[in-house]
């Protein structure tokens, strides 16, 4: 079933141009549109790489079908679309929703930290699963994270958002480089010292049941892909295959000038494939 959007709050960053909205549900989502600047398929990307995320355990927002009715979005002159030479409203149908990380107080929910307190987040273990998951998925651009405290809490915890880019977007293709998909600062690696440092997430996405990939592509509208099942059939298969190639995927982002494992004995740009076997930590 899908959420009924009921009120635009507030446009959000980023090249999506997703827009909060209040649910039906009573909760607030983060709206991204067919019809955004980037591509549809963007919006199917987001749905199964979250939700394979939140199968291995780690931490990012629920995820929806949000339904956007023509009605709201006639009467509401913030739902629109700016492709450059154009503004378009914003589609009407079944969109993607991201549950809204916080809450709406200033300083409660950020995207960026101070180094020290990045170092000091409550799941900073996570980057490194996440490292695994866009990996895995072959995402294009880099990690994207942000960051919520409760009330009086003095410690962050950090939410993994913004999968658009898994598959690189629109094309549904795995094109691997070292540097992509990784979060910009080193900082959040620091303490990776060999490949018990990726578990639990790592292992749960090498034997990750087949059933539990197709079921998350199985509930992603057709309208986000085109409708063409034989391509989202070859994606899953695809991804699927993957699950053995994620560790020699984490060695060459390992290995690269980022050098972001200093306490990985073995693990650096000089080392050969297996320079690292054997080494304690390992």
């Avoid at 149908?93 to 987040?121: C, H, K, N, S, T």
């Avoid at 290995?255 to 494992?261: D, Y």
Wanted: aromatic share 10%; glycine share 10%.
């Amino acid at each position: 079933m899908a959420v009924l959007a009921v009120q635009q709050i507030r446009r959000m960053r980023g090249g999506a141009q997703g827009h909060l909205m209040l649910g039906a549900d009573g909760k607030l989502w983060v709206v991204k549109f067919q019809n955004n600047p980037q591509h549809s398929r963007v919006l199917a990307n987001e749905m199964l790489a979250t939700r394979l995320a939140a199968a291995a355990g780690l931490t990012v927002p629920d995820t929806a079908v949000v339904e956007v009715s023509s009605w709201l979005i006639e009467n509401t002159p913030e739902l629109e679309v700016d492709h450059g030479r154009e503004r378009v409203r914003c589609a009407a149908g079944l969109q993607f929703g991201a549950r809204y990380v916080g809450g709406l107080m200033p300083g409660q929910v950020v995207d960026y930290l101070p180094e020290e307190q990045l170092g000091e987040i409550r799941n900073l273990e996570e980057f490194a699963g996440m490292l695994c998951l866009d990996k895995w998925t072959a995402n294009a651009n880099g990690r994207q994270a942000v960051f919520s405290r409760k009330a009086r809490e003095k410690r962050y915890s950090a939410c993994f958002i913004d999968q658009g880019y898994c598959f690189h977007a629109g094309e549904w293709r795995f094109e691997d480089a070292p540097l992509r998909g990784v979060y910009p600062r080193n900082t959040v690696y620091a303490n990776v010292a060999g490949w018990r440092s990726f578990e639990p997430w790592l292992t749960r996405m090498e034997t990750m049941e087949p059933a539990i990939v197709w079921k998350a592509a199985e509930e992603i509208p057709p309208e986000w892909y085109g409708g063409d099942l034989a391509e989202l059939e070859a994606l899953v298969e695809k991804l699927l295959e993957r699950r053995g190639r994620i560790r020699e995927l984490v060695e060459e982002f390992g290995r690269s000038g980022r050098e972001p494992f200093p306490k990985w004995v073995g693990m650096g740009k000089r080392m050969g494939l297996r320079g690292w076997a054997g080494r304690e930590g390992d």
